[in-house]
């Protein structure tokens, strides 16, 4: 498996493209092979899952089973699949994934014993070229290096560069002109330094040139070096963006081949699913959603559910925005996404508050500023710098927000003194300072108000995003609109891997939760 490989390799692929190309020829016939199997091992996929899910085989409240003896063999085999997932799944899901050298902590014994070995490397080196006549030994072997480096960088149609540096770095040449003393060792470094400047990205040329300037052949050679690691770190990070688009499919085939692994040794793994599922279902019959919605009828057994399994999935993805992530353990399949789940509820905490003083501010200020071009960019930046941090426990609300109520109505003065209009009377600032300071009470109905409006864009947003069309922006979210389709977007995006990866599971575990509650209506019916 290419992401395997990726893992565990980790620079690897940086130091041979033709492996890379050669590969990329292997993604493109297994994405063939794959587009064609792919339903037939999707439906084993799902009776396989259907059999080991918790709801097929457990009525009630899932309890956990019973614990048995696990050797350090499957603890480190487990570890190891989960970290091939968790890798898999950041490429995928993080659009700024990059691969980054290995910091050692300033202080530390690594770092200390690291610089230790390379100081004494290089004083080698330099003791050697300062011998009469100098020896050439470990210069040579440095050469040998950067040579594979720079060779480890050419693609298959690069002969003409690949002959070059074969022939100027020709290493038994090399050794045989030491021998004779007709080594120059300052011509081989200049076309090494041109040739990296030949096969480097835009973004090294300013290092290149740096290079140029390096008159000491040691110092050099430890430059020459760094820049290489740059190099082969630019040639991964191409690698990760160049097999992104092709790891999506392959990767949710993994991931879900890996937690099935995991599910089998601990059958117990989805038991937080079937309660977070099994809420959200109740959540839709409290609310009345008896019916099926007619683009809703995909995962029903017969299409008899009162429930349809898309309206539960998407009300169970909703509740993870509003998840208390201090005292309750998130859903397993959603582990390893659970942190973006928590920056997205934070932002959109503060875009709550920053969207419903907007409200507020435009309400009490009337038509007069609505139009005023920058107006409310200029409120909207001012309320999220005072609000930065509001999630830590040091951060004062209730102080933040009266800060607030004094930089809005002094903002709202100036735009009202500057296009002619009375500005506020004292009582109409106490007044406006006053509502900005009930933002911060959780029964502030503008508050409520504005959240359930942002909780429905986002459910209409699930609901659509498999369209072409968005849908339309709630009143009243105008202000913060650009905003709030960023996190929406970030959201969908993560929420669709997801159900592309686990949907199976869903589906088994929704299969007996949705048949249970189907009983019970016909039951009452009859009873009626």
């Not at 099926?292 to 299409?303: I, S, V, Y």
């Not at 072409?468 to 996190?487: C, D, F, M, V, Y």
Request: charged residues 25%.
């Amino acid at each position: 498996m290419t992401v395997v490989l990726l893992e565990e390799s980790q620079l690897k692929m940086s130091q041979n493209p033709d492996k890379l190309n050669s590969s990329e020829e292997k993604l493109n016939a297994l994405e063939e092979d794959e587009e064609e199997s792919l339903d037939n091992s999707d439906q084993s996929d799902r009776k396989r899952i259907r059999q080991s899910a918790p709801g097929s085989h457990r009525d009630d409240t899932p309890k956990s089973s019973p614990s048995r003896p696990v050797s350090i063999e499957e603890l480190m085999e487990t570890a190891k699949g989960v970290t091939n997932m968790a890798l898999a799944h950041e490429i995928v899901v993080n659009g700024d994934f990059q691969i980054k050298p290995a910091e050692l902590p300033e202080h530390s014994l690594e770092k200390k014993v690291r610089d230790i070995v390379h100081k004494a490397f290089w004083d080698c080196l330099e003791a050697q070229l300062k011998e009469d006549p100098p020896t050439y030994d470990h210069a040579i072997k440095l050469l040998g290096e950067i040579k594979e480096s720079l060779l480890s960088f050419l693609l298959p149609g690069h002969t003409r560069l690949r002959s070059q540096i074969t022939e100027v770095l020709d290493l038994d040449l090399i050794k045989q002109e030491a021998e004779n003393g007709a080594l120059d060792i300052s011509k081989l470094v200049k076309f090494v330094i041109g040739m990296m400047g030949t096969l480097c990205a835009p973004a090294r040329d300013e290092d290149i040139k740096k290079l140029k300037d390096i008159n000491e052949i040691v110092p050099l050679f430890r430059a020459i070096f760094s820049v290489l690691d740059l190099m082969k770190m630019d040639m991964a990070n191409f690698a990760v963006s160049s097999i992104r688009p092709k790891l999506m499919q392959q990767s949710a085939e993994y991931e879900r081949k890996k937690f099935q692994e995991f599910l089998e040794k601990q059958p117990n793994s989805l038991d937080l699913v079937t309660k977070w599922l099994q809420e959200a279902a109740d959540d839709l019959a409290k609310l009345g959603h008896e019916t099926l919605p007619p683009h809703c009828n995909d995962g029903a057994t017969g299409g008899a559910s009162a429930l349809c399994f898309t309206a539960v999935q998407n009300q169970a993805y909703l509740k993870l925005l509003k998840w208390d992530h201090v005292n309750r353990p998130f859903p397993e399949t959603l582990l390893m996404d659970q942190t973006r789940f928590l920056e997205m509820q934070l932002e959109l905490e503060q875009l709550l508050l920053v969207g419903t003083v907007l409200l507020v501010t435009f309400s009490a200020a009337g038509p007069a500023l609505i139009d005023v071009p920058g107006f409310a960019e200029r409120i909207k930046t001012v309320v999220k710098v005072l609000l930065t941090g509001m999630h830590l426990p040091s951060f004062n609300l209730k102080e933040s927000l009266a800060t607030v109520g004094e930089k809005v109505c002094a903002e709202v003065n100036s735009c009202l003194s500057q296009h002619g209009f009375t500005p506020f009377s004292a009582e109409r600032e106490a007044v406006l300072k006053g509502q900005i300071q009930a933002v911060g009470s959780p029964d502030n109905s503008i508050s409520k108000l504005i959240d359930s409006r942002i909780q429905k864009f986002l459910e209409n947003y699930l609901a659509s995003s498999h369209q072409k069309s968005l849908p339309a922006i709630p009143g009243g979210l105008g202000p913060i609109q650009r905003e709030l389709e960023e996190i929406a977007a970030k959201y969908i995006r993560l929420v669709n891997y997801n159900r592309m990866v686990f949907s199976p599971y869903y589906d088994a575990v929704l299969g007996k939760i949705l048949t249970k509650e189907e009983s019970q209506i016909v039951g009452k019916s009859e009873e009626s």
